[in-house]
């Protein structure tokens, strides 16, 4: 009796498990909300992700919390602004193996999914960073490299060597294959902790892309050995520069005020936008990039189908920032505009019903809700670290919204003259503002460190202790009184592109005056409560850490 009882359990713990669904989460890099066609670009061709918001959802408000690399994917993983898990290139931190214990691939693993993690991690997981191995001793297969791949991943991770492609999208393919097929050709340099997945649990696939990311567009050598896609698609076209594209010689008056945003210290990787010619080129590889992505969305698609596992496969698609290609003079990111924090959001579920397909929702929906909306799907409570919302009702089409407000901010003011920002925003108004940029010059650093003989990337990236300190205050400066020096005031609907600061008009000061009560509320739920879960990681702790 006690043998019958023990099988029917096994058995009915099998059916659970076959029953829940499997998620697959597909995360770009500096693609800004127009890079495909279901989001209004004539020009892109991405049909498979095009088909996907088709037969789906696509949120057409969607922003993430920070528009730079590391905080953005961060804040996916553990589902919290920036200002709470405390990482960023400029925190001398990494995450701490307490707060990791609460990311969404450890929670799904622990609660009896396979997971698997393919392409790009930026983001320095316990003691010693990228080097703690941590990250790859989470998941049941592992597939990536830390920090920028490139376009040709072979040059800076010996982990794809083995891989027949030479290009990123087609690498990061093979591993996606290898993972979801038992009879697929073996990685030797993947990370297997069981040889083959298993049928009997639901599986958990991160693919994460630096493309089309302006270092691995500008690494593109179009090889004869590429693909054509990469060496004459779009090229013989006649391009259009960006809406209010400014170049660099024509700005006559500056987005932000020159005290505020130093452009002489811009990284000298976001320089294309400083002439058409030089943009256009960036962007025909931003378009070729995206198709080589939406090319593997495509097989990505097929291979589920093959394998019969189409019809319980989530798909999610999402971006982790944008990026200025020259409009208003701008270029880079790391900051609180549309063209950097608005994303788009495309959320497949193969067992929706036809009124929930093709849907499109203007709710305001943030990055930091996916890991709670995945764990929904998968009947797994959501840790009380999650900061994000669970909006899957939204997805089976509910017009009952998670938030009134969006709150997006960035902390990574450093040399490269990049100001602190905090944002908060409704559908029709957005309120901005910067405090005091005191960083030191980038270009000084530069000049002196060639008079000196000293590596330049050692005098700009390398991170040390008393940074550690100066990054902290950035996070609790605000929240203690510290005032802007700058505000800006948008109305979305009137100016999407924000080109009209209306911030001392007098007929918009009671606007002005609710949006900074809304901000200091939103700035206080986003620090939330304790220190943050970081450890110690600077050039001074582990003197050959990457930031």
């Not at 495509?298 to 019969?308: H, I, P, Q, S």
Request: proline share 5%; with cysteine.
């Amino acid at each position: 009796m006690k043998k019958t009882f023990l099988l029917l359990f096994l058995l009915a713990t099998i059916v659970k498990a076959q029953d829940r669904p499997n998620i697959v989460f597909i995360l770009t890099d500096d693609q800004s909300y127009d890079l495909l066609g279901c989001t209004g670009n004539p020009i892109v061709q991405t049909p498979n992700i095009d088909n996907i918001a088709q037969e789906g959802i696509l949120f057409t408000n969607a922003h993430v919390t920070s528009a730079i690399c590391t905080p953005s994917r961060i804040s996916i993983l553990l589902s919290q602004y920036e200002r709470k898990h405390g990482v960023n290139f400029n925190s001398g931190t990494s995450v701490s193996d307490t707060a990791w214990a609460n990311s969404y691939p450890v929670i799904m693993r622990n609660n009896g999914y396979y997971t698997g993690w393919v392409g790009k991690n930026h983001a320095p997981v316990g003691n010693g960073g990228y080097d703690s191995g941590l990250m790859e001793k989470s998941f049941d297969y592992w597939y990536a490299g830390h920090g920028h791949l490139g376009f040709y991943p072979k040059d800076n991770h010996s982990i794809f060597n083995d891989a027949i492609a030479f290009t990123q999208p087609e690498i990061i393919n093979e591993g996606v294959n290898e993972f979801l097929d038992p009879n697929a050709r073996k990685l030797k340099g993947a990370v297997h902790f069981l040889e083959n997945r298993p049928q009997n649990k639901p599986f958990m696939l991160s693919i994460n892309f630096n493309l089309p990311h302006g270092a691995g567009t500008r690494s593109m050598e179009l090889k004869e050995t590429d693909d054509a896609i990469y060496k004459t698609m779009y090229r013989d076209l006649d391009l259009p520069l960006p809406e209010n594209y400014i170049a660099k010689a024509d700005i006559k008056t500056p987005k932000l005020p020159a005290d505020l945003l130093k452009t002489e210290d811009r990284q000298e990787g976001y320089n294309f936008v400083d002439n058409p010619k030089d943009k256009k080129e960036r962007y025909i590889r931003e378009l070729e990039a995206m198709t080589g992505i939406d090319r593997l969305v495509g097989n990505l698609r097929d291979k589920l189908k093959e394998l019969k596992l189409d019809k319980n496969t989530i798909i999610i698609f999402t971006s982790d920032h944008g990026l200025f290609g020259g409009e208003q003079g701008l270029g880079g990111k790391a900051l609180c505009y549309e063209q950097t924090t608005h994303v788009p959001i495309i959320v497949f579920d193969p067992n929706a019903t036809k009124k929930q397909r093709g849907l499109k929702s203007d709710a305001l929906v943030q990055s930091i809700d996916i890991a709670p909306t995945m764990l929904s799907y998968a009947d797994i409570k959501a840790p009380d670290t999650f900061q994000g919302a669970d909006i899957s009702s939204l997805i089976k089409g509910s017009k009952i919204e998670v938030r009134d407000y969006v709150y997006t901010e960035n902390l990574w003011s450093t040399h490269f003259g990049n100001p602190r920002c905090e944002s908060v925003q409704n559908k029709e108004w957005k309120y901005i503002r910067y405090y005091k940029n005191n960083n030191f010059s980038a270009s000084k650093e530069i000049k002196y460190a060639k008079e000196m003989g000293i590596p330049i990337k050692e005098m700009l990236y390398n991170m040390h202790d008393p940074q550690v300190a100066i990054y902290r205050d950035y996070i609790d400066a605000p929240i203690n009184g510290e005032e802007p020096v700058y505000e800006e005031l948008y109305n979305l609907k009137e100016d999407p592109n924000e080109l009209y600061n209306l911030a001392d008009r007098d007929e918009h000061s009671k606007i002005l005056e609710n949006l900074r009560a809304q901000w200091k509320t939103e700035i206080t739920a986003a620090r939330g409560s304790g220190k943050p879960q970081v450890l110690r990681y600077t050039n001074d702790a582990f003197p050959n850490a990457k930031h």
